[in-house]
């Protein structure tokens, strides 16, 4: 198989460990053992100084305290440098009266963004795109989302997802579409075939042997 001189690009495996980092951030130097037995939002954004990213950044800020409800925290990164960080958050203070509380990654080298491949050349050489990770308190992780340059993320979106990740975790079940704390959950399905019975004869919500939903 032929090979460009493009660098490869490096994903992160959902259900796997997530990558080892220690970077500086605003609060410090900062590295993923840190978070060990919390879960952890990390989240990289094109550049400082930029509308959209201004606007994510507002919205984890109005959303932090609901991500420390649910035991997460919130990390940021961009390549950029410490100053441009410290900067930036104090502008997003002045011009828009938030205060960010979380820290931000300088990730100058680019060595974190690689390692969560959050560069994507087809997108740009040298900013990493909008990219999230959920990792849980064991340092897995969970879920990851990628966003292009042009458009912003939604917040609550990562907020669901979390919750939706804990009411699996604890209750072992999946959630549908959509599923928002007190909703139906969906069982998983029978491991044979008198289950499979069982299920149709005693779940009143079993639309069908695969599909049972419930309340929890």
Not at 38 to 53: E, G, M, R
Not at 175 to 204: F, Y
Request: proline fraction near 7%; glycine fraction near 6%.
């Amino acid at each position: 198989m032929e090979h460009t001189n493009q660098e490869l690009i490096q994903f992160p495996q959902l259900n796997k460990p997530a990558p080892n980092f220690k970077a500086r951030t605003t609060h410090g130097q900062v590295e993923l053992g840190d978070y060990k037995g919390k879960w952890l939002i990390l989240f990289s954004h094109p550049a400082d100084f930029t509308p959209v990213c201004t606007t994510e950044f507002i919205a984890f800020a109005k959303h932090f305290d609901k991500f420390k409800k649910e035991g997460a925290e919130l990390l940021g990164l961009s390549i950029d440098s410490y100053y441009s960080h410290v900067a930036w958050v104090r502008n997003i203070k002045e011009k828009f009266g938030v205060e960010i509380q979380f820290p931000i990654i300088e990730d100058l080298s680019m060595n974190v963004a690689k390692a969560y491949g959050m560069i994507h050349p087809g997108a740009a050489d040298t900013s990493a795109v909008r990219a999230t990770f959920i990792i849980d308190p064991e340092g897995i992780l969970r879920a990851m989302v990628y966003y292009p340059m042009t458009n912003g993320r939604s917040i609550p979106e990562f907020l669901r997802v979390l919750r939706a990740l804990k009411t699996s975790d604890t209750n072992s079940v999946a959630t549908p579409e959509g599923w928002q704390p007190g909703d139906d959950v969906i069982i998983p399905p029978p491991k044979d075939m008198q289950a499979v019975e069982e299920r149709l004869i005693n779940e009143k919500e079993a639309v069908d042997w695969y599909f049972c939903k419930k309340q929890i």
